[in-house]
Nanobody, 122 residues
Framework: QVQLMESGGGSVQAGGSLRLSCAAS????????MAWFRQAPGKERGRVAA???????FYADSVKGRFTISKDNAKNTLYLQMDSLKPDDTAMYYC????????????????WGQGTQVTVSS
């Protein structure tokens, strides 16, 4: 059974940075899709970034050039470096895993962390 645990959320001012971490236990490897989703109050959960294998990554248009997804396979840990944060980035951020190729659909991911809150003030 795969378990995911996020950390690193917090409150920052606009323009600041945060790095989220997601520690995975159980079986995952580079062939799994690991992704970050976020959900703000009253909004649907949407994909922010994803990584699969060594070279494939995805970023939502709203975060391109500001967020960087990476994975340390030795530590089985997923990261999301968030720079130039904006108030619109305020949301609960979730780590998700899928033992197949990446999709943009949250319900395609069977494994989820509990979430970590990111709050960006103007």
């Amino acid at each position: 059974q795969v378990q995911l645990m996020e950390s690193g959320g917090g409150s920052v001012q606009a323009g600041g940075s945060l790095r989220l971490s997601c520690a995975a236990s159980g079986y995952t490897d580079s062939r799994w899709c690991m992704a970050w989703f976020r959900q703000a109050p009253g909004k649907e959960r949407g994909r922010v970034a994803a990584i699969h294998s060594v070279s494939w990554t995805f970023y939502a248009d709203s975060v391109k050039g500001r967020f960087t997804i990476s994975k340390d396979n030795a530590k089985n840990t997923l990261y999301l470096q968030m720079d130039s944060l904006k108030p619109d980035d305020t949301a609960m951020y979730y780590c998700a895993a899928r033992g197949r190729v990446c999709t943009p659909v949250a319900t395609d991911f069977p494994y989820w962390g509990q979430g970590t809150q990111v709050t960006v003030s103007s």
